[in-house]
């Protein structure tokens, strides 16, 4: 068995698909459905339904890969909040297929929906944005019963959110976002509490400091990183879910120089997709 069936059919007695590019033309469309210059949009790509939803955990990120520490941060994060659901949310800002580099997208979707099927309040949503103010404006159409949202993030995220470079009107942005997502923050790397309570007692961003809460995070997950798994450092097994483990391993998508069957199903993928145009 390859790493192609680890993104095929799971169900029990059922042989691994023989088209397993097949399984993953759906990824490819919704995701290539997300028009960038169009206004913000989140679908979902499997998982818990939006309905009914009053209280929603959002983390962001690439998942390239999913490793353990995202696990961990939207568990804590939900039992924090108190949330319905807890959503790993992927931006589709950017989709590059005739050039493989690291993960596809669609692999990295299809993982994460393996990943959450046992667990029915959890989904996996993707978007046409990387701002979190344009990814709450998505979100909260994607949710109509929407009362509360929270963001997980890094240090290292929350301090990109108050920077002033990245806005035309910053205390304008701010407020808009503030007003409707709060953020709950977990310390990486070298970054600590009292970083975060500096930041937050500047003057600039007091006014924000009741919308940001820390999550505290076990020294060891703190260090697990997407990059550190696709650097191939000895640890990097250990950081993943089993599952993505063997598609890493199997499917040599990290290696330096891709081998032929991952680069030759993401060629065959577009094929697919431009043969249903």
């Given at each position: 068995?390859?790493?192609?069936?680890?993104?095929?059919s799971q169900?029990?007695?059922?042989?691994?698909?023989?088209?397993?590019?097949g399984?993953l033309?759906?990824?490819?469309q919704?995701?290539?459905?997300l028009d960038?210059?169009?206004?913000a949009?989140?679908?979902?790509?499997?998982?818990?339904?939006?309905s009914?939803v009053?209280?929603?955990v959002?983390?962001?990120?690439s998942?390239?890969?999913?490793h353990r520490?995202?696990?961990?941060?939207?568990?804590?994060?939900?039992?924090c909040?108190?949330a319905?659901?807890?959503?790993?949310v992927?931006?589709?800002?950017?989709?590059?297929?005739?050039r493989?580099?690291?993960?596809?997208?669609?692999?990295?979707?299809?993982?994460?929906?393996?990943q959450i099927?046992?667990?029915?309040?959890?989904?996996?949503?993707?978007t046409?944005?990387?701002l979190y103010?344009?990814?709450?404006?998505?979100l909260?159409?994607?949710?109509?019963?929407?009362?509360?949202?929270?963001?997980v993030t890094?240090?290292?995220k929350?301090?990109q959110?108050?920077?002033?470079r990245?806005y035309a009107?910053?205390?304008?942005?701010?407020?808009a976002?503030?007003?409707?997502?709060?953020?709950?923050?977990?310390p990486?790397?070298?970054a600590t509490?009292?970083?975060?309570?500096t930041?937050?007692?500047?003057?600039e961003?007091?006014?924000y400091?009741n919308?940001?809460?820390?999550l505290?995070?076990?020294?060891?997950?703190?260090?697990?990183?997407?990059s550190?798994v696709r650097?191939?450092?000895?640890?990097r097994?250990?950081?993943?879910?089993?599952?993505?483990?063997?598609?890493?391993?199997?499917?040599?998508?990290y290696d330096e120089?891709?081998p032929?069957?991952?680069?030759?199903?993401?060629?065959s993928?577009?094929?697919?997709?431009?043969?249903q145009l």
């Amino acid at each position: 068995m390859g790493f192609e069936s680890l993104c095929g059919s799971q169900e029990p007695g059922i042989a691994p698909t023989a088209s397993p590019v097949g399984e993953l033309l759906p990824y490819h469309q919704l995701v290539t459905g997300l028009d960038p210059t169009k206004a913000a949009v989140a679908k979902a790509a499997c998982g818990a339904s939006p309905s009914g939803v009053r209280r929603l955990v959002a983390l962001p990120g690439s998942f390239n890969p999913l490793h353990r520490a995202h696990l961990a941060l939207l568990g804590a994060a939900v039992e924090c909040w108190s949330a319905d659901t807890g959503a790993y949310v992927l931006s589709a800002l950017t989709v590059d297929k005739e050039r493989v580099s690291g993960m596809l997208l669609e692999d990295r979707l299809c993982l994460l929906c393996r990943q959450i099927e046992a667990n029915p309040a959890r989904a996996v949503l993707v978007t046409n944005r990387g701002l979190y103010v344009d990814q709450t404006a998505a979100l909260s159409e994607l949710f109509p019963s929407l009362e509360a949202l929270a963001f997980v993030t890094g240090y290292d995220k929350i301090v990109q959110i108050f920077d002033p470079r990245y806005y035309a009107a910053r205390d304008e942005s701010l407020d808009a976002l503030f007003s409707k997502a709060s953020f709950l923050v977990a310390p990486r790397g070298d970054a600590t509490k009292g970083d975060l309570k500096t930041l937050l007692d500047r003057s600039e961003n007091l006014k924000y400091a009741n919308r940001v809460t820390l999550l505290p995070m076990p020294d060891e997950l703190a260090e697990i990183s997407s990059s550190r798994v696709r650097n191939h450092t000895d640890e990097r097994f250990a950081d993943v879910p089993e599952r993505v483990a063997r598609f890493i391993r199997e499917s040599g998508c990290y290696d330096e120089s891709v081998p032929a069957a991952y680069a030759a199903r993401a060629q065959s993928l577009l094929e697919a997709a431009r043969a249903q145009l």
